[in-house]
């Protein structure tokens, strides 16, 4: 099934990159102000989603708008992301979720535990970052010149913890709620693998 791609209202800073991201088959799902993203990166939204308070409904949007009242539980992102999975995507790339306001920063991490919670991946990008989360399972990660892989556990304790074909290696390693052992470490050109046997980890990978 085609990707999922989620434009919300954070900043994006360098349309060239971020558009380099896209693919051409990828439903594009507009969260909010995310919408102004994508008429700047001259793309037709397929669904807009919100509760348009940081922008009014646009009269003439090309796409099915869906609009929720200011007083709800959910953030927009989250409200997009389960439209998405309503609509049987498992695959999610975030853009403009990343590098505005903390707390809807931190909010879109918890928006990547619920995709996993429903067995989806979801990765919040930006030109210059990206975030993962991993539960239960490995990961193989190609080299990225430029960039540094961090890794945190999520939500507690993250057991057999297992990082491979990085400068600091770790093997079978338990890494308690508030470990930061895993911060900064560097990804070989072969290439690494991360795999964690039971819990969950954050991966961030960010370049200066």
């Known amino acids: 099934m085609p990707r999922c791609v989620i434009l919300g209202a954070?900043?994006?800073?360098?349309?060239q990159i971020c558009r380099s991201f896209l693919l051409q088959d990828d439903f594009i799902l507009c969260a909010d102000g995310g919408y102004a993203h994508a008429c700047r990166m001259g793309i037709q939204p397929d669904l807009l989603i919100g509760d348009f308070d940081s922008m009014q409904i646009p009269e003439s949007?090309?796409?099915?708008?869906?609009?929720?009242?200011?007083?709800?539980d959910d953030t927009d992102m989250l409200l997009a992301l389960k439209s998405g999975l309503e609509r049987g995507f498992r695959d999610f790339l975030i853009l403009g979720g990343l590098g505005g306001r903390l707390?809807?920063?931190?909010?879109?991490?918890?928006v990547l535990a619920y995709a996993l919670s429903h067995c989806a991946r979801a990765v919040l990008r930006d030109e210059k970052n990206?975030?993962?989360?991993?539960?239960?399972?490995?990961?193989?990660?190609?080299?990225?010149?430029?960039?540094k892989m961090s890794v945190f556990p999520y939500g507690g304790a993250a057991q057999g913890v297992c990082l491979r074909g990085v400068k600091y290696p770790l093997e079978n390693y338990d890494m308690e709620p508030?470990?930061?052992?895993?911060?900064?470490?560097?990804?070989?050109?072969?290439g690494a693998e991360v795999s964690v046997k039971s819990g969950t980890l954050l991966l961030l990978f960010s370049k200066d």
């Open 178 to 190: 508030y470990c930061t052992l895993g911060v900064s470490n560097e990804i070989l050109s072969s």
């Open 130 to 147: 990206a975030a993962v989360l991993l539960r239960d399972s490995v990961l193989s990660i190609p080299d990225c010149p430029g960039f």
């Open 103 to 110: 707390d809807h920063t931190v909010a879109n991490f918890t």
């Open 10 to 15: 954070g900043p994006i800073r360098d349309y």
């Open 61 to 72: 949007a090309g796409c099915k708008i869906l609009s929720y009242p200011p007083e709800k």
